[in-house]
């Protein structure tokens, strides 16, 4: 573990059983932070060194003077003493971070968004960004001793004085800031949705994040992304503790059949009415509102299970879950079972899963998911519905009926998730007026015009073409004046017709015509007619006018992350005089 001198600003590595007494840091990065390089290059204690002159060495400093006034020689800022450039020291880091924080002697938190002491102790604590990101969720449960500081370096109070309203701003249950109870007392469900809707800078960190809540150890893997991060996690949790409160949660953002597994924390959030939730999340509640996860605790009877490992599959092209579960056929229990949302008509339900958490009022009971095993399936072959997981209340009387069993239940293909498509177009050209805009999907379907064009001139006119999915053919139509010059009865017309490439979801030049402006418009000659897919060309008027017709794909930056929602793709389509340099890309077809 390295450390950093409070007085001499070094750095020095110790072995486990020398650690010396030490304070910890817990912060959000900023610009210009100081890093392990930076102090090793040349070492801050020199008052030369370039690492002074950085915006995050102010914070350094302040930190290690409140540090050295407490009477502590060393302090660990993960900014510093982790060597960011390697691997595996960040490897070794994240998997010692809880271990980190639970043995400092105090942790100073410091919150830069919050200028002195008087909004400290106001709404600007509730409204501080600390409390928003996903690394600070264990440096506020893990140490024993926390404090709160402001940019000026002013004191707001500890966790323990403020843990009720800690709790209120982070769902946290309050005992557990006030170490009256050990986390390990807490269903895996509650401590996920403890980080719900908090942020990180790489998106695998939200599972990376977690790993101190749960005491468990696995490598890094950057790059792997955030469903299979999260799908890791899971994976090692329940190999650790074989807490089936992991399937319990709350939302989805599938509609029909549902995966085993949620894809990051959010879905366990239980905050009342959560329009994030409620806006974003298009697709259904799997577990009931009403039922908080500070209730569902470990079923008396199964709570000596031994620990079953879950095994995963998460690729663009599968998203398959299976794990040994005790199974009842559904006919033989039906009657006993409690439903939450008072719909007790379960269509397509064959058989149920009986986990080992429940509810404090039904201990002796278990919750059960509802399932439902196709004919032609295979035996291990199970599809996991939509609705609530029911309660049995009184297991014992099944046991002589149960079947322990390892169970495949496939999920939702990842590369069909998002269903609906918009295509946004727009068009750049040196000299012209848009003169129409003609859109149109196959099948009818939605066409959003963004802004009617005019005779006038108008460089950024755009329009929307909405398909469903990758599998949806798109055709739109795009008439454009050329005005350079000249009155307006005088400009040439041309036509861009624009098809969707289905195999690659791209779209592509289909044919380019010049048509007379007349009351009623019709083609006069193509001018460019590829056959194949083609993002380019250069044309030849009549009038003897060369321009160079292109598509171009533009940046969307409305990506969603959620299922069910639209994705946003958009492509510019720019028309120029032919200038030197340019290649004629297809001859003129009379």
């Known amino acids: 573990m390295r450390l950093l001198n409070t007085r001499t600003l070094e750095l020095r590595s110790f072995v486990p059983r020398e650690v010396p007494d030490y304070v910890i840091l817990s912060h959000r990065w900023g610009q210009e932070e100081v890093t392990f390089k930076d102090i090793t290059r040349c070492p801050i204690s020199d008052m030369n060194s370039p690492a002074r002159q950085l915006m995050g060495f102010s914070k350094v400093e302040g930190t290690c003077k409140l540090a050295a006034d407490d009477g502590y020689d060393w302090i660990w800022i993960d900014s510093c003493c982790i060597d960011k450039e390697s691997s595996a020291d960040v490897d070794k880091a994240i998997n010692s971070m809880w271990t980190y924080y639970t043995k400092s002697n105090i942790c100073y ?8 002491c008087e909004a400290g102790w106001g709404i600007s604590f509730q409204d501080s960004d600390w409390f928003t990101r996903g690394w600070t969720l264990q440096e506020l449960i893990a140490p024993v001793y926390v404090e709160f500081y402001t940019a000026d370096w002013s004191p707001i109070g500890t966790k323990l004085e403020r843990h009720e309203e800690i709790a209120e701003i982070t769902t946290i249950d309050s005992d557990l800031l006030a170490q009256n109870k050990s986390i390990d007392v807490y269903s895996t469900a509650e401590r996920f949705s403890w980080a719900a809707h908090r942020q990180v800078t790489k998106e695998e960190d939200e599972a990376y994040a977690l790993l101190g809540l749960f005491q468990i150890h696995m490598p890094m893997l950057y790059g792997e992304g955030r469903a299979r991060a999260f799908a890791r996690l899971q994976e090692a949790i329940y190999l650790s503790t074989c807490d089936d409160s992991i399937f319990l949660f709350r939302y989805s953002p599938h509609v029909e059949s549902q995966p085993l597994l949620a894809d990051c924390s959010t879905r366990f959030c239980q905050r009342a009415q959560c329009e994030p939730c409620q806006r974003q999340l298009r697709g259904t509640q799997c577990f009931p509102s009403q039922v908080p996860y500070s209730i569902v605790t470990a079923s008396n009877f199964w709570s000596t299970q031994p620990h079953e490992q879950i095994i995963t599959t998460v690729t663009p092209f599968r998203n398959e879950m299976s794990a040994p579960l005790s199974v009842l056929d559904y006919a033989d229990i039906s009657s006993k079972l409690i439903f939450f949302d008072g719909n007790e008509d379960r269509t397509g339900v064959s058989h149920v899963a009986v986990l080992n958490h429940t509810i404090q009022d039904h201990v002796e009971g278990a919750f059960c998911l509802l399932l439902y ?9 199970f599809y996991r519905l939509s609705y609530f997981p029911a309660l049995l209340p009184n297991i014992g009387e099944f046991t002589s009926m149960m079947r322990k069993k390892k169970i495949l239940i496939p999920g939702p293909v990842l590369g069909h998730e998002i269903q609906k498509v918009d295509t946004i177009f727009s068009v750049s050209g040196d000299s012209y007026h848009v003169r129409a805009w003609n859109a149109k999907c196959v099948d009818n379907r939605a066409v959003l015009r963004i ?33 350079d010059g000249q009155s307006l009865d005088e400009c040439p017309q041309i036509l861009v017709q624009l098809e969707k490439i289905v195999e690659i979801c791209r779209w592509s030049i289909k044919e380019v015509s010049e048509v007379k402006f007349r009351r009623r418009q019709h083609k006069q000659r193509i001018l460019f007619l590829p056959k194949a897919p083609s993002d380019r060309c250069t044309i030849c008027l009549s009038d003897g006018k060369q321009l160079y017709v292109g598509l171009r794909r533009s940046a969307a930056a409305n990506y969603p992350r959620d299922a069910g929602s639209i994705r946003q793709q958009r492509y510019q389509i720019f028309i120029r005089p032919v200038e030197e340099g340019h290649r004629r890309m297809i001859s003129q077809i009379d």
């Open 451 to 483: 802004q009617e064009s005019s005779d006038t001139e108008l460089k950024n006119a755009e329009f929307k073409v909405r398909t469903r999915d990758k599998d949806s053919k798109g055709h739109a139509e795009v008439s454009c004046r050329i005005a």
């Open 109 to 116: 938190v410091y919150m830069a968004d919050i200028p002195d």
């Open 373 to 381: 095993r196709p004919l032609d399936s295979r035996a291990a072959s």
